[in-house]
């Protein structure tokens, strides 16, 4: 229990970083500056800085000025905690021999680094419409030491499927923006797709691309019947990637054979 305990405060320290990187990288300011208020500029003291608990204590409210704290901030830290302990609870990782194991070792820290990569992609594109290269080229990177780790671990025959799965939709959604000339999906996208099917592979993939296309479509219409957004106007397409590239990676194995079951 204990070290779950830890990975999910773990989680909620990543948690408030994220929220620093998601505001900065997407203002273009320095991401090494002191934490401030974004209305009064007040630079906060320690005790507003520990995650979740702050918020909570400060009653949503900034001690200087009293305007409203975003749920962003306490949002983001928990969800990063709660995904970070999920990855080692449901992913097993700890009990094969995780400690001693360079091999297992490197394979978590890729998973938590991506995750928060996707926790990040998330909420830039949902709040600015961006995907921050800083985010989405490491993101690409760490997809490929997974997949080396993963082959060197299971001594996988069929090595060059990620790299198929990463090309083929990369050209895909490279087609599609260079078509539609950007108005339906950005290159912050077709980066997205790349690193997706490196970290995903073969026929993981295609169950990502299924669930983002077909939310996607879902919630557009939802929106569109609300009023809330005309036929034409974009949609934050990272927004049902990141989450469909997490659900993949839970449960992927799960919905291609219950897919392969129907038909
Ligand atoms: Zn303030």
């Not at 204590?57 to 749920?71: D, E, Q, T, V, Y």
């Not at 219409?221 to 957004?229: D, E, G, N």
């Not at 839970?250 to 079951?261: A, D, K, T």
Request: net charge positive; aromatic share 16%.
């Amino acid at each position: 229990m204990l070290k779950y305990f830890f990975i999910f405060l773990l989680g909620l320290c990543i948690g408030s970083f994220l929220n620093v990187l998601i505001d900065r990288l997407s203002k273009r300011e320095s991401i090494l500056g002191r934490s401030y208020c974004p209305y009064c500029k007040r630079t906060l003291r320690w005790y507003e800085l520990i995650p979740v608990l702050s918020f909570v204590f400060l009653r949503g409210r900034c001690r200087g000025c009293k305007k409203r704290i975003s749920l962003q901030y306490p949002l983001v830290e928990l969800t990063t905690g709660v995904l970070f302990t999920a990855t080692v609870y449901y992913l097993n990782l700890t009990d094969k021999g995780l400690v001693f194991d360079i091999s297992h070792l490197i394979s978590l820290v890729c998973l938590l680094f991506i995750i928060s990569c996707l926790i990040v992609i998330f909420m830039t594109d949902l709040k600015y419409m961006i995907v921050p290269d800083e985010i989405i080229y490491p993101a690409i990177v760490s997809g490929i030491v997974y997949q080396v780790i993963n082959w060197r671990m299971a001594r996988l025959e069929n090595w060059y499927y990620p790299l198929l799965a990463g090309v083929v939709p990369f050209l895909f959604f490279l087609f599609l923006v260079l078509v539609t000339k950007g108005k339906g999906m950005g290159f912050g996208d077709v980066k997205i797709a790349l690193f997706m099917g490196i970290f995903l592979s073969w026929p993981n993939i295609l169950v990502a691309l299924s669930l983002a296309f077909f939310s996607g479509a879902i919630i557009g219409l939802i929106l569109v019947a609300l009023k809330k957004k005309g036929l034409k106007s974009e949609i934050p397409f990272a927004c049902f990637l990141a989450p469909a590239t997490l659900v993949t990676l839970f449960w992927g194995e799960q919905i291609v054979e219950w897919y392969l079951g129907i038909i």
